[in-house]
């Protein structure tokens, strides 16, 4: 694969639709870290209380370079204490900048280090500094290095709840390139480059077609950033063959499955960053019956969504345009996109109207 297609290749712009997705994608991140931070997490099975751990080892009161010290420690209880109070100092967003190279070294070893709750806290902390940190400090933060030593860990683990973990801080500092700099299709290659050299996708597939909803819902979101990259990176995608589960979440219930939601947004990035042939590609896997479904959701965006990605098969694929025309009138999605030209949001509509305009009047 030549990495300089990955890092140059430039991506169609998607207008309005960054400061939406930007919004919808922060207010993500807090929700995420919110739930996390409140939570008890679950190694093996065991509920580990960490507040409790720190008042019986006296740790509460330590100051930020004994934290960093026990961090630092070859004895693995204290090093996960260490760990531990530097992801809840994170999470409460409290200043630490002048230390913040050092800490992002020992969070990056400890990813490495042979204990399951360590290898947790050190990609729950990184997950945190991701959702607190504007995208310029992100990209200075998580270099390359950073970027590898996650996906190793996720490449290598055979705990789920580690494999989750780590799922979750890769797709943060994907996003946080993506979406958080209000610039979706070009975002920085770099660490999507990344991503794909060192395997990650290779293992994404176990994601989104196992029982775990919150792991399906990762992975599609992980995949809905990297499709709005370079037309290399859809082209991994579509090897990875990680299309057809995407497909396979579209025919969810879009009202109570929240996969289903980023596997819209995945699926709608294809047309508007790929090439003609990669439409030609979803065609081939019969998108648009699945795809038009979610036409019916509650949720503005996703209609929105759908209506854009149906809106850019269209003007993708003129060679084959009414074939896709007749799969529109067939699985009755014409009657919808003349519903939501009436009766749609401003946005919604004006897809819908383009749609119905240029390819359905008489």
């Known amino acids: 694969m030549d990495e300089s297609m990955l890092f140059n290749e430039d991506c169609t712009n998607l207008e309005d639709d960054e400061n939406v997705m930007a919004s919808h994608f922060h207010k993500r991140f807090l929700r995420k870290k919110q739930k996390l931070n409140n939570g008890q997490l679950v190694i093996a099975g065991e509920p580990l209380d960490f507040g409790e751990i720190a008042k019986t080892h006296g740790l509460a009161n330590l100051s930020l370079t004994d934290k960093i010290n026990n961090a630092k420690s070859t004895d693995l209880t204290e090093k996960l204490q260490g760990i531990v109070h530097i992801r809840n100092l994170v999470s409460a967003n409290i200043k ?6 050092e800490i992002m070294s020992i969070l990056t070893e400890s990813l490495d280090a042979q204990n399951l709750e360590i290898q947790y806290e050190s990609s729950w902390a990184l997950m945190n500094i991701v959702a607190n940190k504007k995208s310029e400090q992100i990209q200075a933060l998580f270099t390359p290095k950073v970027i590898i030593a996650l996906i190793k860990l996720f490449d290598s683990t055979s705990d789920v709840n580690v494999a989750n973990q780590v799922l979750l801080a890769i797709g943060n500092v994907i996003a946080a390139s993506l979406h958080l700099l209000a610039n979706i299709a070009c975002g920085n290659d770099e660490l999507t480059y990344s991503i794909i ?70 699926i709608t ?15 081939d896997m019969d998108i648009i019956p699945p795809f038009c479904q979610c036409l019916t959701a ?10 854009e990605g149906i809106k850019m098969i269209l003007e993708q694929c003129q060679e084959r345009k009414e074939e896709v025309r007749q799969k ?3 699985c009755g999605a014409v009657e919808n996109i003349k519903r939501l030209e009436k009766e749609g949001n401003k946005r919604a509509q004006e897809h819908a109207r383009k749609i119905i305009s240029e390819y359905f009047t008489n």
């Open 96 to 101: 630490i900048e002048n230390d913040m190279d």
């Open 197 to 266: 050299k060192y395997g990650t996708l290779e293992h994404l597939g176990e994601f989104l077609t196992g029982s775990n909803k919150e792991f399906k819902r990762e992975a599609a979101w992980m995949l809905s950033n990297i499709l709005a990259g370079t037309k290399k990176q859809i082209d991994a995608v579509f090897k990875a063959g990680l299309v057809e589960p995407l497909i396979e979440l579209l025919k969810s219930d879009v009202e109570k499955i929240q996969e289903c939601e980023k596997a819209v947004w995945a």
């Open 269 to 283: 990035n294809i047309p508007l960053c790929g090439a003609k042939h990669h439409v030609f590609q979803l065609l």
């Open 298 to 307: 509650s949720r503005p965006y996703i209609i929105e969504s759908t209506l």
């Open 328 to 330: 529109l009138i067939k």
